[in-house]
């Protein structure tokens, strides 16, 4: 299946995780029946967790009062994105810093974009790998938390070179200082190695579920448009 197409002259990368029931890790049940008797009309019940695959999560997975999935804007989930590659710059498992970013994206950073950071040390999130002697992923933090926020970004989206999930002193301030300010996170996002500009436009729409803290997305990068590059 191709994650490449073009468009006119757009090019458009998928960089959603195809969702398999067999192999998911997280909960992934579909139910298929036929309502329709003797002419076929077949539904399927979706029994997903809202952090299934490539998901965004809004600030209500932290905080009761805060907006849920449908409660935020359609623009939070589309815009100008940059793709942060930091190879090997920060030692393995080492934290991103301030400076890390600072050098990473000078002269690219707007306010309102949406960042995406990653790195060599590649595993698949979310599986018996995490938080092994395997995962050298870089982390995020508090420090990390700020600059996003000072900097005004809508979205901090990742690649499987970071990871967000290695321990509670890092994970809490990094939700809670950027979801405080309505920021959303794009996580488990694939092949960014098609990306051929650092700058481009991307869409991630959830459903507008009321109530939902998280929810899977088709996550894509559409270059080309002048007016995201």
């Known amino acids: 299946m191709s994650v490449v197409y073009q468009l006119g002259n757009l090019r458009l990368v998928d960089l959603t995780k195809v969702l ?13 029946y036929n309502t329709g ?6 539904h399927t019940a979706l029994d997903l967790t809202s952090h299934l695959g490539t ?4 600030p209500y997975h932290h905080d009761d009062n805060w907006p849920s999935v449908a409660d935020l804007p359609l623009t939070t989930f589309m815009g100008r994105a940059i793709y942060v590659d930091l190879k090997d710059t920060v030692p393995e498992c080492g934290h991103i810093t301030a400076a890390d970013l600072d050098r990473a994206t000078k002269g690219l950073i707007q306010e309102g974009d949406i960042v995406i950071v990653d790195s060599s040390y590649k ?3 979310f599986t018996n790998l995490t938080n092994t002697e395997a995962d050298k992923r870089l982390r995020v933090g508090k420090e990390s938390a700020e ?3 000072d900097h005004k970004v809508k ?15 890092d994970v809490k301030p990094f939700h809670d200082i950027l979801m405080a300010e309505n920021i959303v996170f794009l996580e488990v996002l694939k092949n960014l190695e098609e990306l051929n500009s650092n700058v481009f436009f991307m869409s991630y729409s959830p459903l507008p579920i009321k109530g939902a803290d998280s929810c899977p997305v088709r996550a894509y ?8 590059s």
């Open 20 to 32: 398999d029931p067999e192999t998911e890790s997280r909960r992934c049940r579909l139910i298929r």
């Open 37 to 42: 008797g003797p002419i076929p009309d077949f």
């Open 55 to 58: 998901h965004c999560e809004c």
């Open 123 to 125: 595993i698949p999130p």
């Open 147 to 149: 600059w996003f926020r």
């Open 155 to 169: 979205c901090v989206g990742f690649g499987d070179g970071v990871s967000i999930e290695s321990n509670n002193e």
């Open 221 to 228: 990068a559409i270059e080309g448009f002048a007016e995201f």
